[in-house]
C-alpha cells in the first residue's frame, strides 16, 4: 500500500510538498481513488509548470487510465481553462495538477466534478481521503484512452467574448506572469486587443526565479511595480501560478487587494445585468453591500471558500461572486472564478471612462477603511473564538455566526474572526467608519486574542 500523508487532502484541494508528500507512486493511487469516489468515464487533465507537477502527472494520468477513465490531456494551462473544458464538454471529472499560487516546492490537484461542481472538505474529499490511504484498488479489465488536445486558441476567444473590444482603449499595461502557466494565454488575449503590452515572466519556468506566484503578497509585485512606473503605465495585472486569480497595480504603483476591486466589478456586472443579485464573502462587506444597493442589486452573503459560494450562486442564479482573496466567480463562467476575464473588465471598464485607475481605487480606499486580513497563531482556534464571543455577548453586541464571528455596531466599526481550515490561525478582519477606529478595534480584538 503507497505511504500517503493524511495532511495533504485540504478543504477545497489535494496539495503538498514534492516529493515528500506528493510524488510519482502516491499521485497513481490518488488518482484511482479519485475514480473510485467519483467514477467519472471522462476526464480533462491540465498540469501547471512545476518541477513536481512535471514529475507526477504521467502517473495520475495513468492512473486515471486503469481505473477505466477515458483521458484528454491539455497540456500546461491555466485552472480556468480546465473549468472551461468541464463545462463547454460535459466532463465527468476535471483535473488541474497545480501548486497553484505556493512556492516551487509545492504540487497538488485542484477537482472538479461534471457541471464544474467542485470536490471539497464537505462534499466528496473526505471519501477520496479515506480511499487513498486505505484501499489496494484494482485495476479495471478496459484501460481508457488517451488524447491531446490543443484548446487554446478556443479558450482565448472564450474569454475574449465577455468583453467588447472595441471599448478597451489603446492603454499601456504592464502584465506579470510570474513564470507560471499563464503566459501563453495572456499572449493570446491581450495582443489581439489595442493594448501596448510590457511583458514580464511570460516563460515559464518551474523554479520561478524571480518571485513566487503569489499576488496577494506585496514582496511579489516589485517587478510589476517598477514596471508601471518606469513605463508610464495605465496599471498592471499579476497572476498567480495557476492563473485563476489575478491581481492589480494601479498607475501610481500602488497595489490594491480583492476586497477594493469587487465594487468596480460588482458595478461591471450590474450595468451589464440590472438588478441582478451578487454573492460576497463576510470578511469585510461595506463597500461591496452600497455598491449593490446603490446599483439596486441584491447582495447575497456566503460562507468563504469557493464550494460555498459556487453553490450560492447557483442557488440564486447570480451573475457574480468574490472573495478578498482574488477569486472572482462569473455565471457565463460556468459559475467559476477566472483570473483573465477579470482583468479583461477592469480593462474594459477604464476603457469607458475618462479616469484613472489610482483615481477609482483611491476613492474607494478613502470611503472604506480596513485591517487587512491580520492572520494569528493560536493554540486552540475554537477555544478563542468561543472567548471573543462570550466577551462582545457580555456587552450587548449580537454575534452573527455563519462564518467564524461576526460582530457589528452599526456603521461605526465591524469585525470578522474567523479559524483558518488548514493552519493553526484565527484571521481577523476589521472595518470601521476611520481608519482610527480600525485601528482601535484591531487592537482590542488582538489583546483578547493573544492573552487568552
Given amino acids: ?210 518571485h513566487i506566484p503569489d499576488p496577494l503578497k506585496e514582496e511579489n509585485l516589485k517587478s510589476l511595480k517598477e514596471a508601471v512606473l518606469q513605463n508610464n503605465c495605465d496599471l498592471g495585472i499579476a497572476f498567480d501560478g495557476d492563473g485563476d486569480r489575478m491581481m492589480i497595480v494601479d498607475d501610481k504603483g500602488n497595489s490594491t487587494n480583492g476586497y477594493y476591486l469587487m465594487p468596480i466589478l460588482i458595478e461591471i456586472m450590474l450595468l451589464k445585468y440590472p438588478r441582478s443579485k451578487i454573492v460576497h464573502e463576510p470578511r469585510q462587506i461595506w463597500a461591496i453591500v452600497d455598491t449593490i444597493r446603490k446599483l439596486y442589486g441584491t447582495a447575497v452573503i456566503s460562507k468563504t471558500g469557493h464550494s460555498f459560494i459556487k453553490e450560492v450562486m447557483r442557488k440564486n442564479d447570480a451573475v457574480f461572486g468574490g472573495e478578498t482573496s482574488g477569486h472572482f466567480f462569473y455565471r457565463d463562467n460556468f459559475y467559476a472564478d477566472n483570473g483573465i476575464i477579470s482583468a479583461l473588465l477592469i480593462l474594459e471598464y477604464i476603457g469607458t471612462r475618462d479616469i484613472k485607475v489610482s483615481e477609482i481605487l483611491n476613492h474607494i480606499r478613502a470611503s472604506y477603511p480596513t485591517s487587512g486580513e491580520i492572520n494569528n497563531k493560536v493554540d486552540n482556534a475554537d477555544s478563542t473564538l468561543e472567548i471573543i464571543k462570550t466577551h462582545f455577548l457580555k456587552l450587548g453586541f449580537l454575534i452573527d455566526e455563519l462564518d467564524g464571528i461576526t460582530v457589528v455596531n452599526n456603521r461605526e466599526w465591524r469585525f470578522n474572526l474567523r479559524k483558518s481550515n488548514t493552519e493553526p490561525l484565527v484571521r481577523l478582519n476589521v472595518e470601521g467608519k476611520t481608519k482610527d477606529i480600525v485601528d482601535k478595534i484591531v487592537k482590542e480584538v488582538l489583546d483578547l486574542v493573544i492573552s487568552n
Fill in 1 to 210: 500500500m503507497t505511504n500517503i500523508d493524511p495532511a495533504i487532502f485540504k478543504a477545497l484541494d489535494i496539495r503538498g510538498l514534492y516529493p515528500s508528500q506528493i510524488n510519482e507512486s502516491n499521485s497513481y493511487t490518488i488518482a484511482k481513488a479519485v475514480c473510485y469516489v467519483l467514477k467519472p468515464r471522462r476526464a480533462v487533465v491540465s498540469k501547471d509548470v512545476r518541477l513536481g507537477s512535471d514529475a507526477v502527472y504521467k502517473n495520475f494520468i495513468e492512473g486515471l487510465l486503469d481505473s477505466g477513465c477515458d483521458v484528454d490531456f491539455i497540456g500546461e494551462m491555466t485552472t480556468d481553462s480546465i473549468y472551461f473544458a468541464v463545462g463547454k464538454y460535459d466532463y465527468d471529472l476535471g483535473i488541474a495538477i497545480t501548486g497553484s499560487h505556493n512556492p516551487k516546492e509545492y504540487t497538488g490537484f485542484k477537482i472538479t466534478k461534471k457541471g464544474v461542481n467542485p470536490v471539497s472538505g464537505d462534499g466528496e474529499m473526505p471519501q477520496i481521503k479515506d480511499s487513498a490511504m486505505s484501499l489496494d484498488i484494482e485495476r479495471k479489465e478496459t484501460k481508457g484512452t488517451y488524447k491531446e488536445l490543443d484548446i487554446l486558441e478556443e479558450y482565448a476567444n472564450f474569454v475574449l467574448s465577455f468583453v467588447d473590444a472595441a471599448k478597451i482603449k489603446p492603454l499601456k499595461i504592464a502584465v506579470d506572469c510570474g513564470n507560471g502557466v499563464s503566459g501563453a494565454l495572456a499572449e493570446r488575449v491581450f495582443t489581439s486587443l489595442n493594448l501596448n503590452v510590457i511583458k514580464l515572466f511570460f516563460n515559464k519556468d518551474g523554479n520561478f526565479p524571480n
